[in-house]
Each structure stands twice: as structure tokens, then as C-alpha cells.
């Protein structure tokens, strides 16, 4: 009996009913793009994060470089931005022409550094993204509170972080902008691509409306230069079928990592340090081994069935294509240490307790014959 990674196929064949019959609606309609499924799904998103817009698009990446781009960020300006963070968030910078300015992270909730993003601010500096890493909130309102006074927004990056809270607000309602993955192994996800966009802000709204669609809100009249970016309604309407369950699932993985913190006490391991509140949703359970041990505690942890992961093996400023940025080995010293020591651990909305206890044997297991490199 192996234990999963991901959720994504029994996510499935909880909704497939409903799903093939939506799927069904929108073929006699024959509105395969746009149109009522996604209009729904953006109405209902934008309500459960508690921002007057949600707007769908095609992936995460997308909602990250359309935000900046609407936001007007582009050549001479910069943007901060974590150093361990999926290379999406830096890619999306990239490819605005602003330079992607690293900062470290802290070395026990691996979010942004909040000193060293202060310190890293110049006058070019045009926004910040935070990133809710493994479904943990960034204190985005500690954030804004600095960025207003120097006029930088704030995009938070809440790929990984659907549903979280914190004092009541969730992930993507806080700063200047909200961006989503719906990737299917995301805590919301499709299945397929897709991405979301939450703001209160009108302006920047019209103008992703507009950059989503080749800069166009009525057909073959475009106001700028736009992109093809645009959630899928067959992936909306999987979504729109799913968001009904993310509280619950959000809760479900709150339970599974106090479980894994209960069945891993004891050994030599160092587990997630966060707050006991709804600000974490688990989308990933990183633990820490000693770097000799690592790659061996996984391999055996794959032939016992139990598939984990690394988030994420290189540090940006360590990867081939971020060298151009500058950046050395050292640089960004938590970053570099504990990614060498990270193991994510299966987590997902459907892990039962036998599935940790399972885990946590082999893994008991495995710290004890792991092999030293
Ligand atoms: C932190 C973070 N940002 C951005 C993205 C990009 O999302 P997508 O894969 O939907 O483009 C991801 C997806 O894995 C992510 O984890």
C-alpha cells in the first residue's frame, strides 16, 4: 500500500458527477471560452477571498507577470522578491524587464526576511511579492504598512496559500493584488491548468480584464497590446464545484500536520514551526533531516511506497537560469542551507491518519539505516 502525494484523483471522483453534468451545460451552449461558467466562478472566488474582483486566467505565472504588468512595472524597475521560492514567481518579474531583486528568507517560517526586504529597497523599487510559501501567510499587513510609505505594491503571491486567514483576511485580500495557481495538485485546483487574480482596486482590474484578452473587451477592438490568458470554463466550473470543500480541506491538513507533529516527536527531525490558527494551509509538510541523510531517508522512503519531494532543490539565485541576475553561492544562506536538508512529506485533502502513521514508521526507519554521503 503506497501513500499518494497528491489528492488530485480522489478531488475527482468526488466531484465527477457534478462536474460531467456542468461540463454537459456548457457543450449546449457551446460557450467553450469565457462566458457563464467562468463569470460564475470569478463572482464566487472574489467573494470567498473578500475582494471586489476575482479574474480568471490561464495559470499562476500568468497571474503574477498580468498583474505586473497592468500595474505598469516594466525595464528600469525592480521587484522584491523571496530566493526560495518556485521559479514562477521570479520568471513572472523577468519577463516584465524589471529586475528581480532577492532577499533571504527567515530561517524558521522560510517566509521573506521582512529586514531584508526593507534593506533591499532603492528607489527603482516598484513592488514586493511575498509569497505564502507551503500555504503559510506572509504578516502581509505588517508588510503594507511599509510599502505605503514608499508607494511599492504589494502582489502577493498565494499560489500556494487558497484559503488561509489571517486575523480574519485570506490570502490575496490584503495587498495591492492577490495571485493564484489552480494547478491541479494546488489546495484549490483544476484539473488542468488555471489561474486567478484577486483585487479591490477597479483600475487594475479593467486593465487585466483587458490584458488577459489581447487588450480587448469587445471583440476585434483592442485597446492595447494584450495576451491569450484565460481560465478555462470547463476548469471553472471544476473549480467553482471544489470551492464548496476548501474550508473543510483546509481544516483536514491542519489535523493531518498536528498528526505528523504528534507521530514525529522523538526523532531527528526538525518540523514545521507555525502559528495554531487558519493562517496555514498546509499545502506542503516540509520537515528537515541532516543533508547527509536526505537523498537516502527519500529512497527509502520510495520503496516503501511513500513518495515525497523537494521545495524546491535550488535556491533562484543558484539556478542556470537566474545567473544572469548575479548572485553567488552564499548569498542567501538559509535559503541554500535548508533546501539541502528539506523532505516535503505526503500532505493532501484526503490523507487519513493510518497514511501518517505509515509515514512515520518508515521514516523512523529510514533516519536509523540512512546512509551518509
Ligand atoms: C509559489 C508559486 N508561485 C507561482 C506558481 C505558478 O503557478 P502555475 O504553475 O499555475 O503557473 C506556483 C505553482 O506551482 C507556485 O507554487
Not at 55 to 68: I, P, S
Not at 98 to 113: N, T
Not at 159 to 187: H, I, V, W
Not at 189 to 216: C, M, P, Q, V, Y
Amino acid at each position: 500500500m503506497s501513500v499518494r502525494f497528491s489528492s488530485a484523483k480522489s478531488e475527482y471522483d468526488l466531484i465527477r458527477e457534478e462536474w460531467f453534468e456542468r461540463i454537459n451545460q456548457i457543450a449546449k451552449t457551446s460557450v467553450f471560452v469565457g462566458g457563464q461558467a467562468v463569470n460564475r466562478f470569478e463572482k464566487g472566488y472574489a467573494a470567498y477571498i473578500g475582494t471586489k474582483h476575482a479574474l480568471g486566467v490561464g495559470n499562476g505565472t500568468d497571474a503574477l507577470f498580468l498583474t505586473l504588468k497592468a500595474l505598469g512595472i516594466g525595464p528600469e524597475d525592480e521587484v522584491i522578491v523571496p530566493a526560495n521560492t518556485f521559479i514562477a514567481t521570479v520568471e513572472a518579474i523577468h519577463h516584465t524587464g524589471a529586475r528581480p531583486v532577492l532577499v533571504d528568507c527567515d530561517p524558521q517560517s522560510y517566509l521573506i526576511d521582512m529586514d531584508k526586504m526593507k534593506q533591499a529597497r532603492t528607489n527603482k523599487t516598484k513592488a514586493v511579492i511575498p509569497v505564502h510559501l507551503y500555504g503559510q501567510m506572509v504578516d502581509i499587513e505588517a508588510i503594507n504598512e511599509w510599502a505605503d510609505t514608499f508607494h511599492i505594491h504589494v502582489v502577493e503571491d498565494s499560489a500556494q496559500a487558497a484559503g488561509a486567514k489571517m486575523n480574519q483576511k485570506r490570502a490575496g485580500s490584503l495587498g495591492t493584488a492577490g495571485c493564484f495557481s489552480f494547478y491541479p495538485d494546488k489546495n484549490l485546483g483544476a484539473f488542468g491548468d488555471g489561474g486567478g487574480i484577486t483585487t479591490s482596486r477597479d483600475e487594475l482590474a479593467e486593465k487585466i480584464l483587458l490584458l488577459r484578452n489581447h487588450g480587448s473587451k469587445v471583440r476585434y477592438s483592442h485597446e492595447l497590446p494584450g495576451f491569450n490568458s484565460r481560465l478555462d470554463p470547463i476548469q471553472a466550473a471544476a473549480l467553482e464545484i471544489k470551492l464548496k470543500y476548501l474550508d473543510e480541506w483546509s481544516a483536514k491538513r491542519r489535523e493531518c500536520a498536528d498528526l505528523y507533529e504528534s507521530y514525529l516527536i522523538g526523532m531527528d527531525v526538525m518540523t514545521p514551526i507555525h502559528q495554531n490558527d487558519e493562517s496555514h494551509v498546509f499545502h506542503v509538510y516540509m520537515i528537515r533531516v541532516e543533508e547527509e541523510i536526505r537523498d537516502d531517508v527519500r529512497k527509502q522512503l520510495q520503496k516503501r511506497g511513500i513518495l515525497s519531494a523537494v521545495h524546491y532543490p535550488t535556491p533562484i539565485h543558484l539556478t542556470p537560469a537566474f545567473k544572469e541576475l548575479g548572485y553567488s553561492k552564499g548569498d542567501f544562506i538559509h535559503s541554500e542551507t535548508y533546501t539541502k536538508e528539506a523532505i516535503s512529506l505526503p500532505m493532501h485533502n484526503f490523507l487519513e491518519e493510518q497514511d501518517i502513521q505509515r509515514v512515520a514508521h518508515a521514516l523512523s526507519d529510514a533516519l536509523k539505516s540512512a546512509v551518509r554521503v
